[in-house]
């Protein structure tokens, strides 16, 4: 039975940041945020938008009435949770009318979160061929102003359900993880922004990417030729690329065009987006269908995904006849369109105007499923 991604949607907030006008404000030269570091746009989001926000919205609309009859499993990584306890998925799972029989919870390790959701929930419908799981990666990722993290911000989900016979990808059996105990990137409880090594977690990264990729080619006697792709978690658009570069080195250089020429298909979002932490792999995922002009049914995809502390596994999938009649592309743009510009000014007030849970309040954000109100710590949100 095959069994993979039927249905993959994003979203992110409506508002964003141009980096030539925070480098300049940073006083950096402009390049090494749109060059050095690969970023044209950072989504910012407002205090009234959540993991719960993004999420719905990725979710709801690509979910039919059948679907919501079907999913018995609500999965959400995320490293950006609202609670220490009660999951997000719960509320989820409310917001978007799943039927009652579901199991619903979260998932943490950095940005690789999503990806064990994505192959929990392979592994379930494989033993249950008429569920469909809906694994969820959303987060709100903050390094703090002026920090040197901070052109690597970013917000949103990724919504990505799994069913058996797939419209876009089929998930094949070969998937190699990696682990190992390092602090790279970390954020202690009650801890408003992670504490990062950024040097080293760049370098870890790379590494990771390196082994994973040298034990996948033995174990599964695979070469770069049985890959159309690769899709890469992308923290900022240049890390992906340093990761793959350093694996093209002794490829010819048609072999590194082919490659190479994917891989910015697949960062065109990014590129307007920044980080979305766990959402970040399946972003640019969407962005290669989406954006690529050479990819075609039967390709073969390899996904890297890469957690700091840290977690890194590379796993693979097949493109399913007639995907390209299942994306929403044109929907996708009007989203990145239609946001609005904010002013450095702007970015620093909405980022500093943070929700405080102890004081009850109400609020008037028009986006839907938007905060609009705080009760006895409880987050109520707009459902219509
Ligand atoms: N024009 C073009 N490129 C320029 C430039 C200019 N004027 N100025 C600098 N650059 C390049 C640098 O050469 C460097 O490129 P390289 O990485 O290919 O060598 C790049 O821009 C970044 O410069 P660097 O000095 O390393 O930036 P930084 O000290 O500000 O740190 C990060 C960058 C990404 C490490 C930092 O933003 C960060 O810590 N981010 C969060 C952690 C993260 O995302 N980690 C990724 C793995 S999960």
Not at 116 to 129: E, Y
Not at 184 to 201: A, C, Q, T
Request: proline share 4%; with cysteine; net charge negative.
């Amino acid at each position: 039975m095959n069994v993979g991604i039927d249905k993959i949607n994003f979203y992110v907030p409506p508002y964003y940041v141009n980096m030539v006008e925070l480098a300049q404000a940073r006083a950096v030269d402009p390049n090494k945020f749109l060059i050095g570091i690969g970023q044209s746009e950072m989504a910012v989001s407002p205090k009234t938008q959540d993991i719960v926000t993004f999420a719905t919205n990725a979710a709801k609309e690509m979910l039919t009435k059948e679907d919501l009859a079907s999913i018995d499993m609500i999965i959400v990584g995320t490293e950006s949770s609202i609670d220490e306890s009660k999951a997000s998925a719960v509320v989820l799972h409310r917001l978007l009318g799943i039927q009652p029989f579901a199991r619903s919870f979260e998932i943490k390790e950095a940005c690789y979160g999503a990806t064990a959701g994505v192959q929990m929930a392979k592994n379930h419908v494989a033993l249950n061929p008429n569920s469909k799981v809906l694994v969820i990666a959303s987060d709100v990722a903050r390094y703090g102003l002026k920090s040197g993290g901070e052109p690597t911000q970013g917000a949103g989900a990724v919504a990505i359900l799994i069913s058996q016979n797939p419209r876009l990808l089929v998930l094949e059996e070969e998937n190699l993880s990696f682990t190992q105990d390092i602090y790279d990137f970390w954020r202690p409880i009650g801890y408003d922004y992670p504490l990062v090594d950024g040097p080293l977690s760049n370098e870890t990264y790379v590494q990771a990417f390196q082994k994973v990729w040298q034990e996948y080619q033995k174990r599964y006697e695979r070469t770069l030729k049985d890959f159309s792709a690769f899709s890469f978690h992308i923290p900022y658009t240049k890390m992906g690329k340093k990761a793959l570069l350093s694996i093209l080195e002794t490829e010819t250089s048609e072999e590194q065009t082919r490659l190479l020429e994917q891989y910015e298909a697949s960062i065109c979002y990014s590129r307007r987006v920044g980080n979305l932490y766990t959402g970040s792999l399946y972003l640019g995922f969407i962005s290669l269908l989406e954006n690529s002009k050479t990819l075609k049914e039967g390709d073969r995809i390899g996904f890297f995904s890469y957690g700091s502390g840290s977690v890194a596994e590379l796993f693979s999938g097949k493109l399913v006849k007639n995907y390209h009649e299942h994306l929403n592309t044109q929907d996708h743009q009007k989203l990145l369109n239609q946001r609005q510009a904010l002013s450095i000014r702007e970015y620093e007030q909405m980022f500093e105007d943070s929700l405080d849970i102890h004081q009850s309040a109400t609020f008037a954000d028009p986006t839907p499923y938007s905060i609009i109100k705080i009760e006895n710590t409880i987050r109520e949100y707009r459902e219509s």
